[in-house]
């Protein structure tokens, strides 16, 4: 893929991380778009903790095959988990996968936080200035760079939309599927 989105700075090859919490691994893997996600043109990963996470129903096989595809999983040094641990004596109402995404968001230059812990996104956007995007997004991207047919788009918006555990605005969806149909 010739196509790069870059930011001020950045030399050409350079992909913005984007790391990504259980929430919005769980939503993409509930429409089957996560293999899909690693073909937009950024460098995707994982902090281990939230690869490990039992709220996860992602089988061994289908991580094996997303890291094969290129899903980075970190396995986060002293200091990161460390500050995870401060963040999350700061910040209570996080979970401890919520505060490893946040440490491991905050060693990367410029990276991109996925998240739909609204908590999560608060934080990281209004104190540590980190550009804080959700699954919403992922589908516009996808859409956007033609990697991903409409009605694929339009099944994915109508299944977060029908499902009672997605927590997505339904303005937001509604308003996808207007502009879809």
């Known amino acids: 893929m010739t196509s790069r989105l870059l930011s001020k700075g950045r030399h050409p090859t350079e992909r913005r991380v984007v790391i990504n919490d259980s929430s919005c691994l769980i939503d993409l893997w509930k429409v ?18 939230v690869h490990r996470s039992e709220m996860l129903n992602i089988t061994r096989q289908e991580w094996t095959t997303l890291a094969e595809l290129g899903l980075e999983i970190i396995d986060l040094d002293g200091g990161q988990v460390g500050q995870a641990i401060a963040l999350l004596a700061r910040y209570p109402r996080l979970s401890a996968e919520d505060c490893f995404s946040l440490a491991l968001a905050r060693s ?14 608060n934080i990281s956007e209004a104190i540590y200035n980190i550009e804080v995007h959700g699954v919403l997004w992922v589908i516009d991207e996808l859409s956007r ?7 694929r788009v339009v099944r994915c918006l109508q299944s977060w939309r029908d499902d009672p555990t997605v927590y997505l605005p339904a303005g937001s969806i509604a308003a996808r599927l207007r502009r879809l149909s």
């Not at 089957?32 to 903790?49: E, G, K, M």
């Not at 410029?110 to 609204?118: H, K, N, P, Y």
């Not at 760079?145 to 009605?151: E, R, Y």
């Open 32 to 49: 089957q778009l996560l293999q899909d996600l690693l073909r937009l043109p950024y460098r995707f990963a994982v902090a281990l903790p």
């Open 145 to 151: 760079l033609n990697l991903l047919p409409a009605g």
């Open 108 to 121: 990367f230059q410029d990276a991109i936080l996925l998240t739909g812990d609204a908590q999560l996104r």
